[in-house]
């Protein structure tokens, strides 16, 4: 069973450009959440999709936007990048529904912001 | 109050030694646990869940929770050079499943 996945790996952007990340979850999972994690916070929530409708959202600026497609796959954009956004940024999939599995992660994209 | 604490070591073990990780948490409306491990410039991997309280073993991993104290634990048997990771612990909230809660993570050295 093919695992989460995640692309680009790498990304170099330039401050005031945007940039999207997708995410391919594992095959039959609905539910999408995607994280930032840097050195100084850890991993935080940016916010999760399950069957298309936003679920749950963290506390990030409106820069920070996503969809999730019919198909479960799922993009988040980054609006008018700033230097702060550098990080990993991470997707994981779950069932979202019915028995509890567990979260699967992606190996990440590492965004830097130059 | 952070949902989870986490001390972040870095802890270093000889290898063969037994590992425990801690980690609290400060709400009691919780639902599952889980703790996951990282290598450098990967993923967090799932290694358990654990779901309200008691214990689970898998291998050489045991995850426990102790409602009373709000304590959650991982140990690690037998540790081997390759357990070199950063290990999280998170948490899940029934009212906001899909949103986990992590501690910052702590790296653990092995050494052969």
């Known amino acids: 069973k093919a695992g989460v996945t995640q692309t680009p790996r790498y990304l170099i952007k330039t401050r005031g450009q945007q940039v999207t990340l997708s995410c391919s979850p594992i095959?039959?999972?609905?539910?999408v959440s995607w994280y930032q994690q840097t050195p100084g916070q850890g991993l935080q929530f940016l916010f999760e999709y399950f069957s298309e409708t936003q679920r749950n959202k963290g506390n990030f600026p409106g820069r920070f936007s996503g969809r999730q497609f019919s198909n479960s796959r799922s993009e988040m954009n980054v609006s008018t990048l700033e230097l702060g956004d550098s990080a990993l940024y991470l997707c994981a999939s779950s069932p979202g529904t019915g028995q509890f599995y567990g979260y699967t992660f992606g190996s990440g994209t590492r965004l830097t912001v130059v | 109050q952070k949902e989870v604490e986490q001390d972040p070591g870095p802890l270093s073990v000889p290898e063969g030694a037994i590992v425990s990780l801690n980690c609290t948490y400060s709400n009691s409306a919780f639902q599952y646990f889980m703790w996951y491990r990282q290598y450098s410039r990967k993923g967090p991997e799932l290694l358990m869940y654990t779901y309200s309280s008691g214990n689970k073993e898998d291998g050489r991993f045991t995850a426990q929770v102790d409602k009373s104290s709000k304590y959650i634990s991982l140990f690690i048997r037998d540790s081997q050079p390759s357990d070199s990771a950063t290990y999280l612990c998170?948490?899940?909230?029934?009212?906001?499943?899909?949103?986990?809660?992590f501690g910052r993570g702590t790296q653990l050295t092995v050494w052969p």
């Open positions: 998170a948490r899940v909230r029934g009212s906001t499943l899909g949103r986990l809660y």
């Open positions: 095959s039959g999972h609905r539910s």
